[in-house]
C-alpha cells in the first residue's frame, strides 16, 4: 500500500515569515494530494488539493508543488499569522475509491 | 446540511466495556470512512464503505473492532472489550459522489478514553 512521510513534525515561525511543510509518497499511481488543516480540539479540513496533471497550485497565501518524478509535494504558507497555528496533514490517494493515506501531521506554532 | 454528525462527542468507559460510535453521513454521499487518530500513529484509515457496502477493513486492529452500515443514513463502530490503548479520538468521513479523489468532510470526531 501507500506510505506517506511528512516533515518536519513540528514547525515554528515568526509571524509574517513563510512556512514550507514537505511529503514524499511512495506509489506511483498516486494521483490526488489534498492538505487538511487541523487546529486544536477541531475536525481536519481541506485548504487545497492538488491532482498529478498539474505541478503547482495557489490559493492566496498557500500554495502546494507536486513533483511526480521524485514523488514529493510540498505545501507552502507565506505571509504567516498568529491563526495558522495548526497541525496540517497531507494525504495521497489513487484510483476511484477515495481511500486516503495521511501523513503523520506537522504542527505549525506561528509566534506573533 | 449539517455535516457529518459523529456522536459521543466524548466517551468515557470502563476496560472491558462495549463502546458504539456513531456517524450519520452527509445527505448523498456514498463514500465513508472511519478514521483513529492518535499523538504516536496520526490519522489511522480503519475501515471504508461505498454505497454501505464494506470496501477494505485491513485497517481495523483487531476482531474487537467491528464496523457496520445499515443504511446509507448510518454507521457504528464498535469495540467490544474496550482497551485502554483504544483510547484515541475516532473521526468519521465522507465523500460525495460521482468524483474520485475528492475532498473527505469529517466529523467532529468521538473521544474515547478508556480507563
Known amino acids: 500500500g501507500e506510505n506517506v512521510e511528512q516533515h518536519p513534525s513540528t514547525l515554528s515561525v515568526q509571524e509574517g515569515d513563510s512556512a514550507v511543510i514537505k511529503c514524499t509518497y511512495s506509489d506511483s499511481a498516486s494521483n490526488y494530494f489534498p492538505w487538511y488543516k487541523q487546529e486544536l480540539g477541531k475536525r481536519p479540513q481541506l485548504i487545497i488539493d492538488i491532482r498529478s496533471n498539474v505541478g503547482e497550485k495557489k490559493d492566496q497565501r498557500i500554495a502546494v508543488t507536486l513533483n511526480k518524478t521524485a514523488k514529493h509535494f510540498s505545501l507552502h504558507i507565506t505571509e504567516t499569522q498568529p491563526e495558522d497555528s495548526a497541525v496540517y496533514f497531507c494525504?495521497?490517494?489513487?484510483?476511484?475509491?477515495?481511500?486516503?493515506?495521511f501523513g503523520s501531521g506537522t504542527k505549525l506554532n506561528v509566534k506573533p | 446540511d449539517a455535516g457529518v454528525i459523529q456522536s459521543p462527542r466524548h466517551e468515557v468507559t470502563e476496560m472491558g466495556q462495549e463502546v458504539t460510535l456513531r456517524c450519520k453521513p452527509i445527505?448523498?454521499?456514498?463514500?465513508l470512512f472511519w478514521y483513529r487518530q492518535t499523538m504516536m500513529r496520526g490519522l489511522e484509515l480503519l475501515i471504508y464503505f461505498n454505497n454501505n457496502v464494506p470496501i477494505d477493513d485491513s485497517g481495523m486492529p483487531e476482531d474487537r473492532f467491528s464496523a457496520k452500515m445499515p443504511n446509507a443514513s448510518f454507521s457504528t463502530l464498535k469495540i467490544q472489550p474496550s482497551e485502554p490503548r483504544d483510547s484515541a479520538v475516532y473521526f468519521c468521513a465522507t465523500t460525495p459522489p460521482g468524483t474520485a479523489n475528492t475532498e473527505a468532510f469529517f466529523g467532529q470526531g468521538t473521544r474515547l478514553t478508556v480507563v
Open positions: 445527505s448523498g454521499h456514498d463514500y
Open positions: 494525504a495521497a490517494s489513487r484510483g476511484n475509491f477515495n481511500k486516503f493515506y
